[in-house]
């Protein structure tokens, strides 16, 4: 079934409604905003059954007989309202540098980061995804984060503006390997969200112990730059405080056969992210269709293992 177009219209009141939101929370005192943010998306879990829907077939998928119904059901709810709460603490993301470092997180595991190189900081949409960029940038981590394009041009801007904080950089996927490589060049680091499911750039993988396709985007990088790949993720405990976990560079195979190492590479990257999310699965994007099949994708992993490319 071909997806619904959404009109310029309700684009546009979406833009709309989304600054509106924004400049709610940046007055509110934190905790307002992210009480805001929660039951926004609570209401968000009752109103829109596809929610339910794709978030249990997910956790189904990944969890099977481990847990219960009743445990999965709270992971799933405890996933939107974390949704809300990135959403209420976006306005914050600014302030993370002069008021956030102490207060709002910590850090952990600085002592992996090579600072004599650039280096890929691999995450995911776990925790606090959007306070990671700055975050890392505050403790002397220059970055450059790929991000994904609105429908709305507006849109695009507004976030922008936002998220272009002290030594973060943006740059929109399908244009970004030149400014990657150039970052990394340069000692600073290329931030990558690598959980979800890839339209193209993709080999086969295993999450959960179920078939995914993996985007190729963290391995191929590294490969072209000689640089590491970073575990990192900002998740929050009972309190509300976050911690900005640094894990060590993943070990890459480079046996010289390049497909076979891109595709045990990329493994080894969705395994990095599997601990994450097991560690803290309350707090990842559940909703996701993580585990969808790509049939183009199936025929061109074919062709590439029959001619034997990368």
Not at 37 to 48: D, E, P, Q, V
Not at 81 to 90: K, P, Q, W, Y
Not at 192 to 199: E, G, M, V, Y
Not at 227 to 250: H, N, Q, W
């Amino acid at each position: 079934m071909a997806a619904r177009r959404r009109t310029p219209v309700f684009v546009r009141i979406l833009t709309l409604l989304s600054i509106c939101f924004y400049q709610v929370t940046r007055i509110l005192p934190l905790a307002g905003a992210r009480a805001l943010g929660k039951n926004l998306a609570w209401a968000a879990y009752l109103l829109i059954p596809r929610i339910r829907r794709i978030g249990m077939a997910n956790l189904d998928l990944a969890y099977g007989g481990e847990l219960t119904h009743a445990e999965k059901k709270a992971i799933l709810q405890e996933s939107v309202r974390n949704l809300g709460l990135v959403a209420a603490e976006f306005s914050r993301l600014r302030l993370l540098d002069s008021e956030g470092k102490g207060r709002w997180y910590d850090v952990r595991g600085l002592e992996h980061i090579d600072r004599t190189r650039g280096g890929i900081l691999m995450s995911a949409h776990l925790g606090n995804w959007e306070w990671l960029a700055p975050g890392a940038a505050a403790h002397g981590l220059k970055n450059i984060i790929v991000v994904r394009g609105f429908d709305d041009p507006w849109m695009d801007i507004a976030v922008d503006a936002v998220r272009r904080v002290k030594n973060v950089e943006t740059v929109h996927k399908g244009r970004s390997v030149p400014a990657l490589m150039r970052a990394i060049g340069e000692h600073r680091f290329a931030g990558i969200l690598a959980d979800q499911s890839p339209r193209e750039n993709a080999v086969p993988a295993v999450f959960f112990g179920k078939p995914v396709w993996a985007t190729v985007g963290p391995v191929l990088l590294a490969r072209r730059t000689n640089s590491p790949i970073y575990p990192v993720c900002m998740a929050r405990d009972s309190k509300g405080k976050y911690t900005l976990e640094f894990f060590p560079a993943i070990e890459l195979r480079d046996s010289g056969d390049k497909l076979a190492d891109m595709s045990e590479n990329s493994q080894r990257c969705q395994s990095a992210i599997e601990v994450m999310v097991r560690k803290h699965p309350g707090q990842w994007l559940w909703f996701h269709r993580r585990w969808r099949s790509r049939e183009r994708l199936e025929r061109e992993w074919s062709e590439r293992v029959g001619k034997g490319t990368t």
